[in-house]
């Protein structure tokens, strides 16, 4: 039998061994994840602020664009849909699987501020 992306796997599709535990892991520490995906975003935030004061410019076309006409409101704004779309699939994962989602949307905004930081540093 098929299943669409939104019926849940029945218990035979569930994970074990090393996978089962990571993904128990992520999700006894969704909370976590949740505040770390909120400090990448304030820090992308910030340090592409600090960054474009001091002389950096924005690679991104789309970025460069929504600050040129917008500044850090609309950059903020360009991460809002990013931000639902992660929630609305976290609403319909099964919850073993919920912690993947901060995770997913944590990593790029965590190198987006590790690249911002080492730019700041190289430039200052």
Excluded: C
Excluded at 30 to 47: M, T
């Amino acid at each position: 039998m098929t299943r669409t992306a939104f019926e849940p796997a029945d218990d035979s599709e569930e994970p074990s061994g090393r996978v089962a535990e990571a993904l128990d892991t992520l999700a006894r520490r969704e909370r976590a994840l949740w505040a770390v995906v909120a400090f990448a975003l304030v820090g992308d935030l910030l340090l592409t602020g600090y960054g474009l004061s001091i002389g950096l410019v924005e690679q991104n076309p789309v970025a460069a664009s929504v600050l040129g006409a917008h500044g850090l409101v609309g950059m903020a704004a360009l991460k809002l849909p990013a931000t639902a779309l992660a929630l609305g699939w976290r609403a319909v994962l099964p919850s073993l699987y919920r912690g993947v989602v901060p995770v997913a949307l944590a990593l790029p905004w965590l190198v987006a501020l590790g690249v911002n930081a080492g730019l700041i540093l190289v430039v200052s």
